[in-house]
């Protein structure tokens, strides 16, 4: 079995008869699409589809992907994976071999200086497998003091899931959880044979029930905008709507800002926190902003 066929099978899984347009008749022993109705919609032979999901299609046509993917409602994210997998159970072993160690991650002088003139936002620079490679004041004021964390435990995820107080700060936990899943997902398509993926995924599947539940359903996501509420412990409750940058210039990379709708109980609680944050932190503290991530 590979990655594609096991995508190929949760979003069949994810995908009713009736929104499909499909007449459901007769006991289903398994949820979602049969084989022979996605090969129908998408215009495919049944063969072809239990071969690609078996692993044994020595290629696959873009335009047959995009065929399916319409078929399966992707989203543009959703389809991308679908081409990422396909591409990776297609390719030379040598291909395989520059998705297997990614260079060091590290933030530029100038993104530093771009995050400590952002005082009034919480900000965050992303790298792969979501480790967390750049903060200001006051992104460490919201979420956690991450120049008191250990290097392998500066990744939103792992804090996510495994850091008590992180897990506490957020109204909705499962919701922001699983959403962190499907970006890891995502984040996987690109680095399959990554080492230090795998050993975050097997540490999270160990200790983490519900990771491991929500792994297996084989959900992307790359959403880029959205809402998260917080429950603080200083600040009390914040809304807060983030936006996701990309960092030209630089692989995989990404600038995470909160921001708080004016002259709101949220800014309020912001503005607040800001103040908290100059006159409670120590100098050593805000100094070890950024750190290099193979």
């Not at 995908?15 to 398994?30: D, K, Q």
């Not at 109705?37 to 299609?57: F, K």
């Not at 929500?214 to 603080?232: D, I, P």
């Not at 630089?250 to 800002?257: G, M, V």
């Amino acid at each position: 079995m590979t990655e594609l066929g096991d995508y190929l099978r949760s979003c069949r899984a994810q995908v009713s008869p009736e929104a499909a347009g499909i007449p459901s008749s007769g006991h289903r022993r398994v949820p979602g699409l049969r084989r022979e109705e996605l090969a129908m919609l998408a215009g495919v032979s049944v063969d072809y589809i239990v071969r690609l999901e078996q692993g044994r299609a020595k290629t696959a046509s873009p335009e047959i992907l995009l065929a399916l993917a319409r078929a399966l409602d992707l989203r543009a994210d959703e389809q991308e994976y679908l081409l990422r997998c396909a591409a990776e159970a297609t390719s030379s072993s040598a291909t395989r071999a520059d998705t297997a160690a990614p260079a060091a991650q590290r933030v530029s002088t100038a993104i530093r200086v771009l995050l400590d003139s952002m005082t009034g936002v919480p900000a965050l620079v992303l790298g792969r497998r979501m480790d967390i490679i750049g903060w200001n004041a006051l992104g460490a004021a919201l979420i956690t003091d991450f120049g008191a964390l250990a290097p392998q435990n500066r990744n939103h995820i792992w804090l996510t899931f495994l850091d008590p107080r992180v897990r506490g700060l957020y109204r909705d936990w499962e919701k922001v959880a699983q959403e962190c899943v499907a970006y890891l997902r995502m984040d996987a398509g690109r680095y399959p044979e990554d080492p230090a993926l795998a050993r975050l995924i097997g540490e999270l599947s160990i200790k983490d029930e519900d990771f491991r539940r929500w792994w297996s359903t084989h959900r992307v996501r790359a959403q880029r905008s959205g809402r998260k509420e917080f429950l603080h412990p200083t600040a009390g409750e914040l809304s807060l709507d983030f936006q996701v940058l990309d960092v030209r210039g630089t692989a995989d990379q990404t600038l995470l800002i909160y921001t708080a709708e004016p002259h709101s109980r949220s800014a309020q609680a912001l503005t607040f926190l800001s103040g908290w944050a100059e006159t409670n932190h120590e100098p050593s503290a805000n100094t070890a902003r950024q750190y290099t991530r193979s």
